[in-house]
């Protein structure tokens, strides 16, 4: 079955880059997405990849992934306080299966001014 | 353009007491609608999902109940709440038929937070 692990905290300056670190355990040809959750809302899809794909890039977000390795990561250019949030990976087959997205438990971003 | 709605946005209930909350989506048709709950530092927790009106696929066993008699409406219940169904609920739809050979994004609502005294 799926697995997606993520580590819980991350805390950064505002201003620098944030890389927020995810581990899938599916093998399968696989979607591969990242939400945001702000405080006391609902969580937001912020972009997705598939896994024939190296990387994906958008204005400041930029995925990468490490096929090999099953990792994900989500680097955040110049932080800001805004992008204070809990951050969730997420993965979903192709075909096959369940095609139900399994979460992690979700990385707490801190923005430090 | 598809919004998604739920309520109440905040509830606070004895225990024992029943549940109802309610979920529903406007513009579109034959959505896929699902359940899950988050409690503090636990991620997110599946419980229910449909793919049509009268289909439920409970996917953790609980005191807690789902149905969709519309198309476009999903109401979690409950005839008797305990302590640890305490969490923030989150009702999402995604569109019909995806997954299948493609991405399956969901769209979230705001959120219902659950607090059983």
């Known amino acids: 079955g799926e697995d997606v692990e993520q580590s819980l905290f991350l805390s950064v300056r505002e201003g620098d880059s944030s890389v927020i670190n995810c581990t899938y355990t599916?093998?399968?040809?696989?979607?591969l997405y990242w939400y945001k959750q702000e405080p006391g809302a609902g969580l937001q899809l912020l972009t997705y990849i598939f896994s024939n794909m190296d990387m994906k890039q958008d204005q400041r977000l930029t995925v990468l992934l490490n096929k090999k390795d099953k990792h994900l990561s989500l680097r955040i250019a110049d932080t800001q306080t805004g992008d204070s949030a809990i951050y969730f990976c997420?993965?979903?087959?192709?075909?096959?299966?369940?095609?139900?997205?399994?979460f992690g438990r979700g990385t707490s971003l801190i923005v430090h001014p | 353009s598809q919004t998604i709605h739920q309520w109440p946005a905040t509830l606070v209930q004895p225990v024992g007491s029943p549940l109802s909350l309610e979920c529903t989506v406007e513009g579109t048709s034959n959505p896929n609608l699902y359940w899950y709950r988050q409690a503090a530092g636990r991620g997110l927790q599946l419980l229910f999902y449909s793919v049509g009106i009268g289909q439920i696929s409970s996917e953790v066993p609980q005191n807690l109940s789902a149905s969709r008699p519309q198309d476009r409406q999903f109401i979690l219940s409950s005839k008797k709440l305990l302590l640890s169904d305490s969490g923030f609920y989150l009702c999402?739809?995604?569109?019909?038929?995806?997954?299948?050979?493609?991405?399956?994004?969901?769209?979230f609502g705001a959120g219902s937070r659950l607090t059983v005294l």
């Open positions: 997420a993965e979903s087959p192709r075909s096959g299966g369940s095609y139900i997205p399994t």
């Open positions: 599916d093998s399968s040809s696989t979607y």
């Open positions: 999402a739809w995604s569109g019909p038929g995806q997954g299948h050979s493609g991405a399956n994004v969901l769209t």
